[in-house]
């Protein structure tokens, strides 16, 4: 018996069809590929996929990273992908990464509003929620052991040579749109990594041969 996959909210599924991951370049697609062969690895042998996405201070990049893995992992119908972010030290989820995620039809909503808030994050009306907020990458919320760390920057890449449990550890660098912060250029910068990390983890997933 298959299970259908969750439908994505309409606007997600918009952005999605609007991605061109034919632009990404061979080069990049080396990079990519140690990712794809870990869940293709996976899924031929139907283990459980735990992705672990780790920056310097879990507030931009990874926290993108984590949402639009965990929501391309269903657009493809692709079972068992649980995905996680973290860094190397814990500070909060940067407002305008959820402003953008909203931007992009996701739905979002604040558990708790202190210096390190907790967002409930949904793509899918029946799909369970991704929390996110602003952890360590060793926090009891990520995977101990049988995970592949994504080093989303290469600050964490170079600080963190070694990530206790980590089945895979694989380099896979973005930009960092924090430069952009408090300018104009704000808002656009965002969403232009934000669209970038969408469609490198949808040609990912894409792949993938179920």
Known sequence: MTTSKPLL????????????PETISEDRKAVLKP????????TSTNQDIRINFICTHNSRRSHLSQVWAQTMASY??????????GGTEATALFPMVANTLVHSGFRIKALSKNDNPIYSIKYSENA???????KKLDDDF??????????????ADGGCPFIAGAEKRIPITFEDPKVFDNTP?????????SLQI???????FSQINL
Not at 142 to 155: E, G, R, V
Not at 198 to 204: C, D, K, P, S
């Open 128 to 134: 369970h929620p991704i929390i996110g907020f602003s």
């Open 142 to 155: 990520n995977p101990k052991s049988s995970f592949a760390a994504i080093m989303t920057c290469s600050q």
């Open 35 to 42: 990712l794809v062969d870990f869940i293709q690895l996976k």
């Open 185 to 193: 250029k704000q808002a656009q910068k965002y969403n232009e990594r």
């Open 9 to 20: 909210f309409p606007e997600i599924q918009t952005v999605i069809k609007a991605l061109h």
């Open 76 to 85: 493809f119908n692709i079972k068992n992908v649980f995905c996680y972010s």
């Open 198 to 204: 969408a469609t490198e983890l949808f040609y990912v």
